[in-house]
């Protein structure tokens, strides 16, 4: 699933449309969320058979996704592009409950019903979500601060981040972010290891 949602969010809001009407009920050719899931289950249930046929002694570690949005939408500034643009308060609140936190779950009992660890980071994430303060955050919003090598602009997308003076992060993890899942993955891997 790509985190390009909170752009498509934004767009379809303009268009008078709420996120989840555009995700629930899309366009002709495209997914709606629901098959979006079904498609990822599929996808590990596919993909994990092999890496366990092809590494038979390897313990698999999968990662879930932090908590890029805040247990409250009303948490947001609409419009600021440096948390979550116009996507409405309502749809941000859509988006963690049936969506994030259904992809987790999704991920949890994957690897679960094949015997493989799950690394939960969005528990430890919670109020490090892209609409906290520069200093409290862990993931960037649309568009945020980053490396001069993260384009400004997005091709295909109508988004130019240069117009305030930002970067297009697109709702990714900043350092903090990255720090937070290291540390859990490491834990993975040393419980792991002793599991020999």
């Not at 009407?21 to 002709?28: A, D, L, S």
């Not at 919670?126 to 919003?141: L, S």
């Amino acid at each position: 699933m790509r985190s390009t949602s909170g752009t498509s969010c934004n767009w379809s809001e303009r268009a008078g449309k709420s996120c989840r009407h555009h995700y629930t009920n899309p366009p002709e050719g495209e997914e709606s969320i629901e098959d979006k899931l079904a498609r990822v289950q599929d996808e590990y249930v596919e993909m994990l058979p092999q890496v366990h046929q092809a590494a038979p002694n390897a313990k698999v570690i999968r990662v879930g996704y932090p908590a890029v949005l805040p247990e409250k939408g009303s948490d947001c500034n609409r419009p600021a592009l440096t948390e979550l643009g116009s996507v409405t308060h309502a749809d941000v609140n859509w988006l963690r409950d049936d969506v994030l936190k259904r992809l987790n779950s999704t991920i949890q009992q994957v690897s679960a019903f094949f015997g493989d660890r799950y690394v939960d980071v969005y528990s430890s994430s919670v109020g490090h979500d892209a609409c906290q303060p520069a200093d409290t955050k862990w993931i960037e919003g649309i568009c945020d601060n980053a490396e001069d090598y993260w384009p400004a602009k997005i091709s295909g997308i109508l988004l130019d981040c240069a117009t305030v003076g930002k970067r297009a992060t697109l709702v990714h993890p900043n350092a903090a972010g990255h720090e937070n899942t290291a540390a859990h993955v490491e834990r993975a891997i040393r419980v792991a290891l002793l599991e020999r």
